[in-house]
């Protein structure tokens, strides 16, 4: 299978012109961590936090699943194939980092957008989710960082993800017990790959990183919502320029965090890496609200 995608790829790249690898590495974006964590963000704090604790969940979960199966089946990307006769381009390889399969960008666009379309049920929504999965799924071939199976195993995870994490979500997080009984039994259950892999992440720091990063982020994520579901408790019973207000802070507190301990922190070292994930969704979603309590999270 590897070697006909791989002479697809050859084929595809061979005409590539700069104009659609200009316009394909756009489209990759918006599957892009950045987007992803932008698109929560605004649902959390401006629309719906009952949505946004949903949406979190469920993309937690599909990222950890994507990439506990990068690291289970370990296939190479196929700019590495030894049959692969392109080049890419620095900037997009320095955002293909960890195995190929199955594409964490076509699956983390999918999970994201086929999620939100699940909440609005409304079918301009579902069209526009559905064209942006399809453009990144297919700019992470067209860009050579990944095999056609890759990007379809994805789209379809992350479809599969969307339904599964919505439904367990409404089903057992109706309470702040259910939500952490449903969080932390998912934590417990990646947790044996989080031991098992841990020996090998300094032969390959780049290809296990994601894993253990996200695992927490994830673990930032359940003691945030636990704080601000005990101590804040916020609703959307407020202006909208607030709620846009209280969103964009918090943009910019993760953007701070995930740049500036970046510089501070040692390079390459998976203690501080998880420190700053976790950061990430444990100040930005907990720590703030209950600082800004009194202001911008003050409800009717």
Do not use: C
């Not at 196929?78 to 699956?107: C, I, L, R, W």
């Not at 982020?217 to 003691?223: K, V």
């Amino acid at each position: 299978m590897s070697n006909f995608e791989i002479e697809l790829l050859n084929k595809i790249r061979e005409n590539v012109s700069p104009f659609f690898e200009s316009l394909f590495n756009f489209f990759t974006n918006l599957g892009g961590q950045e987007i992803l964590i932008l698109v929560i963000i605004v649902i959390y704090f401006v629309f719906s936090k009952k949505i946004g604790q949903q949406l979190g969940y469920t993309i937690f979960l599909s990222l950890l699943v994507n990439n506990t199966l990068k690291v289970i089946v370990d296939r190479v990307r196929p700019f590495n194939h030894p049959k692969a006769t392109y080049t890419v381009d620095e900037d997009v390889m320095a955002h293909a980092t960890g195995m190929s399969f199955p594409s964490g960008h076509a699956q983390n666009s999918s999970v994201t957008y086929f999620s939100v379309a699940m909440n609005y049920k409304q079918k301009k929504i579902w069209l526009i989710a559905s064209i942006i999965v399809i453009l990144v799924a297919l700019s992470r071939v067209v860009l050579g960082v990944h095999y056609p199976s890759d990007v379809i195993v994805a789209v379809l995870l992350g479809l599969g993800f969307a339904i599964v994490g919505t439904k367990l979500h409404e089903k057992y997080a109706t309470t702040l017990k259910g939500k952490m009984i449903l969080y932390i039994t998912t934590a417990a259950i990646f947790l044996p790959f989080i031991l098992i892999y841990f020996s090998k992440i300094n032969t390959n720091y780049i290809g296990y990183k994601d894993l253990f990063t996200i695992y927490s982020f994830y673990l930032g994520f359940i003691l945030a919502v636990y704080l601000e579901n005990r101590f804040v408790d916020f609703n959307e019973d407020i202006h909208l320029k607030y709620r846009i207000i209280r969103a964009v802070i918090a943009v910019v507190i993760i953007l701070s965090l995930m740049l500036g301990l970046k510089f501070i922190f040692p390079k390459d070292n998976i203690f501080f890496d998880m420190i700053r994930y976790f950061s990430l969704s444990f100040v930005g979603l907990g720590i703030y609200p209950i600082v800004f309590k009194n202001s911008l999270f003050k409800t009717k």
